[in-house]
Structures are given as structure tokens and as C-alpha cells.
């Protein structure tokens, strides 16, 4: 069965299509019921995965990642941070940098799994990623550790079990009942590696991948794979001595699809994983403002993300409706709140407010009343695209003649964004200064 590759917001049917596009494809029948049911499933704990357009269509929200249903369909969701002849390979990049960044892991350079050479669907770049930490750390050594043995043989190794033996009966009185530790590699992490090693040979499509995950499963075939894979990985060490198998453990919850927001109903353990874009867009600003503020010359520059220590009232003596924005700058005496959103804005549609929403705004005033006194900046950030870049800005919006508000783009795609985004709003402390000198 063909992978599906389409982006948030596409829709899905089970009708035959010309064409499988980024905004529409075609899906098998079983793999539209099951996408429903998942729906269900994330509707019930308040996350909207999915809506049902009729018995044929449904339409993705702004979930990104890949689904592997129990048919073998393979969905891939990739964001939707461009409009018009957006290429996969582009998006499959950004993608890759937001999981790295929101899950705080490095990438290992080779050649095989190089993100600018390896253009794999993202199924196989992560399975890469994990047979290359794994191989680099089969080179280096598994971590083994004692285990307690007890079991009867006929000759005396370890402890005897006195109790056990005079239990004996006569007709086995040369069998003996002994305790021993043996030193071996069956412990949670490593029967968690084998079970994604196994996982990853009976998946993987890629050349590279099926061989080197042939080679790997040659090297631990005496090594059984995890039966409980949940309890295995709450038993996972982060000592000291386990600390060359942190790398490894990001992508190895990765392949046993440990990051999809809601567990899957029944048995099927496809490869999969979601991410709402909303949190990767965030996490990834709040990343790289925090290095360029940490670099500015001459201020000592930092960033609060999920700031909660304000509410908008107080009812019976107790604090209602939490205020948190998404992240504080601060630089020097200097700080501004900020708000990411992942939206498309139009700088040309004035008609339509540029795409802006009144919600946002009623709730970036509460924050520019509670966290910064009603005087001060507050920002909007929201993805840089064709229509909206630093040189298509929407200008000040103020609340008064105290309290403003920027709508600011940022370019996912450029190193320099966070620290152009500081220096724009540096340039509005010193217009102030000199409104006031």
C-alpha cells in the first residue's frame, strides 16, 4: 500500500481522486474508518485530531507527524507553512528541524542519514536516526548488569536453597535448587531496543535501513525483546552509567509510537507519532529567541516560557481563569510579552484584518494588564511566509497610548530570525527614549 503524504487541514476520502495531492488525497476504506475512531478517541480527552465532512471526506486539523494504521496505511502530515507549490522536500525539513528542537535532541552527522542527502518520508528518517544511535552504541558498549538466577541443576553454582532442597523429593535427591547472579545485557533498556530493532526490520522499505537493521539484529539475537513495553520504559535508568543510552531513548519511543497523544485502542503498533504544530512552532521560537537574547552585547538577555502567576479574577476569595503567555523577554530592565500563533497571516488582506483574530487580541491585552501594568509592549508572532514578512509588517496596534501591540513574522527558515525580531523591538525602546528625552 502507497504512502500518503498531505499536509494540516488536508482532506481525506475514500472516493476515487484523479491525483493524491498535498491538500487532498486518496486513503483505503479500512484506514478512513480507523482515522475515524482515532477522531473519536481524541475528541473524548478534548483534542480535535479530525472533522467528518461526510461518509466519504474528513478533513485533518493541525496535527503534524505520521499514522500507520492496521491495513499498513501510511499517513504522513507535514506542516502547511507555505501556500502555493509547496514542495515535500521543504516541508519534510522544517518538520524534522521542529521534532529536534521541541524534543531537545542532536542529531547524529553521517552520511546515511544526512538531513540535507537522506530525503526519506519521515518513517524512515526516524528509524535512521535510531539504527544510528544504536550502531553508535552497540560500538561503544550495551550496559550490562547482574540478575539473580534461581533454578535447579545438577550441580552446586552460587547459593544453595536450603528450603527448596530438603523439599526434595527422594527420587530427586541429586538434582540441587541454586541462586546465582549472571552478568547479562536483559535488562528494560536494552529489551526496549530490541523490541524497536525488531519493530524497525519488519517495517523499513529503505535499503540502508534494512540492512543495517539486519546487521544489528545479527549482533543481539540472544537478546529478547520487551513484552511490556510501558513498564520497561518507567523502569529506564538515567544513572550516571546509563547516561550514553540518553541519546538513543527519544528515538526509541519514537519507533514504539510512544508520542501519539492518545494511545491507539487495540493491538496494532504501527509506527506513529503526532505533534499539534501550534506547541513545535512555539517550543522552537521560545529556543532560538532565548540563545539570542543570551547573545546580545552589552544586556543580559533571558526567556520565561508558560508564565502562570496571574489570573484575570478572583471569586469567593479564590483566583479564576489562569493567564499564560507563551513566553517573557527580558533584556536588561526591558520586557515584553509575547504569543505565538501558527496562522498564515495576509499582509494585503486589510479587509479581512490580515487574518488577525479579535480573540487574540482581547487576550493579549489581559496579559499587557496583569503582567506588564498596562503600559508596555506586547508581540504576536506568527510564521513568515510569501504574504507576510519583515518587510510586509502590519505596523503598531495600540490599546492606548500606553499599551501596544506588534504583529511580527518569523522566518523558520533563517538562522538570523530571533536575534532580527530583538533588534526590532530594541528599536522600539530607543523610539521611546527619544518620544520622551
Not at 491525483?19 to 483505503?28: E, F, S, V
Not at 524497536?196 to 537493521?213: E, I, M, P, S, Y
Not at 537478546?223 to 510501558?230: E, I, R, T
Not at 483574530?357 to 494588564?369: M, R
Amino acid at each position: 500500500m502507497q504512502p500518503v503524504v498531505v499536509r494540516e487541514y488536508a482532506r481525506l476520502t475514500t472516493a476515487p481522486l484523479a491525483q493524491n495531492t498535498l491538500d487532498a488525497a486518496h486513503i483505503a476504506p479500512s484506514a478512513f474508518n480507523w482515522l475515524v475512531k482515532l477522531g473519536q478517541q481524541f475528541k473524548a480527552n478534548g483534542l480535535q485530531l479530525l472533522q467528518l465532512d461526510d461518509q466519504q471526506w474528513l478533513r485533518l486539523d493541525n496535527y503534524v507527524g505520521v499514522l500507520e494504521s492496521p491495513c499498513g496505511q501510511v499517513i504522513e502530515i507535514l506542516p502547511k507553512h507555505r501556500v502555493e507549490s509547496e514542495c515535500k522536500q521543504s516541508a519534510r525539513k522544517l518538520l524534522r528541524k521542529l521534532i529536534l528542537n521541541a524534543m531537545q535532541l542532536k542529531q547524529r552527522e553521517t552520511e546515511q542519514t544526512d538531513i540535507e542527502r537522506f530525503d526519506a518520508p519521515l518513517p524512515e528518517w526516524l528509524m535512521a536516526q535510531f539504527l544510528t544511535e544504536l550502531d553508535a552504541l552497540v560500538k561503544r558498549g550495551m550496559r550490562f548488569d547482574y540478575q539473580r538466577v534461581e533454578e535447579p541443576q545438577r550441580f552446586l553454582r552460587g547459593q544453595l536453597d536450603v528450603v527448596k532442597q530438603l523439599r526434595q523429593p527422594a527420587g530427586r535427591a541429586h538434582i540441587f535448587h541454586i541462586r546465582h547472579d549472571i552478568f547479562t545485557a536483559n535488562r528494560p533498556e536494552n529489551r526496549l531496543l530490541k523490541a524497536a530493532l525488531v519493530k524497525v526490520c519488519k517495517t523499513t522499505q529503505d535499503n540502508d535501513n534494512w540492512r543495517l537493521a539486519h546487521e544489528l539484529q545479527s549482533l543481539l539475537h540472544e537478546l529478547p525483546a520487551s513484552n511490556d513495553v510501558q513498564s520497561d520504559f518507567k523502569a529506564w535508568q538515567t544513572d550516571r552509567l546509563m547516561a550514553h543510552y540518553q541519546g538513543i531513548k527519544p528515538w526509541c519511543e519514537f519507533v514504539l509510537s510512544q508520542h501519539v497523544p492518545l494511545a491507539v485502542q487495540g493491538q496494532w503498533q504501527g509506527i506513529s507519532m503526532l505533534f499539534p504544530m501550534e506547541r513545535l512552532f512555539e517550543s522552537y521560537v521560545a529556543a532560538k529567541l532565548d540563545v539570542a537574547a543570551q547573545r546580545m552585547p552589552g544586556m543580559q538577555g533571558q526567556v520565561n516560557t508558560q508564565l502562570s502567576s496571574k489570573f484575570l479574577c478572583t471569586h469567593q476569595g479564590k483566583s479564576f481563569f489562569q493567564l499564560k503567555p507563551d513566553l517573557q523577554l527580558k533584556l536588561g530592565d526591558e520586557r515584553w510579552i509575547l504569543d505565538t500563533k501558527w496562522k498564515l497571516l495576509d499582509a494585503s488582506d486589510r479587509e479581512n484584518k490580515y487574518g488577525l483574530s479579535q480573540q487574540d487580541f482581547y487576550q493579549l491585552f489581559a496579559y499587557g494588564q496583569y503582567y506588564l501594568g498596562g503600559a508596555g509592549t506586547l508581540v504576536l508572532i506568527y510564521p513568515a511566509w510569501q504574504r507576510f514578512t519583515a518587510s510586509s509588517e502590519l505596523g503598531e496596534f495600540y490599546f492606548n497610548d500606553q499599551l501596544r501591540l506588534l504583529v511580527l513574522p518569523f522566518d523558520l527558515e533563517a538562522e538570523e530570525s530571533a536575534k532580527n525580531l530583538i533588534l526590532k523591538l530594541q528599536q522600539g525602546i530607543k523610539h521611546k527614549l527619544q518620544l520622551h528625552g
